[in-house]
């Protein structure tokens, strides 16, 4: 290896990062969730996304300050709405286990 090739190792060295992805944890779900596939976990920041886009299946705790599933989709329609709140919460701390 010449120098220009080690000079050149070295600068891509500086930008490696590690990239995870973050997703709803499953063991840190709000308690107000009703049973069932969808769920919000503790890092929901209150930003009103997911009431906003599926207003029969997501609400407030006004108490705590988060949001939480007061109903599973029945329908499709709510199936998909609810999806989409998963896709745009800000801090994916909406979840999908079923
Ligand atoms: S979209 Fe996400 S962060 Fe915003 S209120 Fe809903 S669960 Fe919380």
């Not at 050149?8 to 590690?18: A, D, E, G």
């Not at 599933?69 to 286990?97: H, M, S, W, Y």
Request: aromatic share 10%; net charge negative; proline share 4%.
């Amino acid at each position: 290896m010449n120098s220009e090739n080690r000079v050149l190792t070295i600068h891509f060295s500086l930008f490696t990062f590690h990239w995870e992805e973050a997703v709803a944890d499953p063991t840190d779900r709000v308690k107000e969730n009703v049973l069932g596939a969808y769920y919000v976990d503790m890092q929901c920041i209150d930003c009103d996304v997911c009431r906003d886009t599926a207003p029969d299946n997501f609400t407030r705790s006004d108490e705590n300050g988060y949001s939480y599933v007061f109903k599973q989709p029945e329908t499709e329609d709510e199936r998909e709405l609810c999806e989409e709140a998963l896709t745009a919460c800000p801090v994916e701390a909406i979840g999908n286990d079923g």
